[in-house]
């Protein structure tokens, strides 16, 4: 008696679609849309983890390099710069740079490119609109 359940829901389906041929061709259907919007949105996502993926591995243009601190700053998480310092780019991921402060105490140091920029020669990447 258990299958008889399951035999009546496909015999109560077939006559709404208009019979057991209608049931066999919506049931395909209906798997080959499942299937292709199934591929389609997988296609989209891996698409979309390549391309995060090579943005995070982007190329640090800056590490290793030296810079010369030309003015006074303090970003406010903790780093002091003074005029004279020196600092070398250890890393970059988007905004973040880790820094080492050359003759430093308390390295390594995450900051903004923004504030490396307000206090020495390190370029953030941005175009400057000519005034």
Sequence with gaps: MGNLGGYQMMTTLAKKVGG????AVVTAVSGW???RGAEAGGKDLFKAAK???KKRNARCSTKGQ???VM???EDGKGLVLRAGDQYRVMEC???AILIE???GTNNP?????QFLASVSGFSTGEKTKAE
């Design 66 to 68: 030296v810079f010369d």
């Design 93 to 95: 991921d988007g905004e």
């Design 33 to 35: 849309a499942i299937g």
């Design 20 to 23: 057991p041929v209608a049931l």
């Design 51 to 53: 391309d995060a993926a």
């Design 71 to 73: 003015s006074d700053g």
């Design 109 to 113: 140091y995450f900051t903004s490119s």
């Design 101 to 103: 402060v050359l003759d």
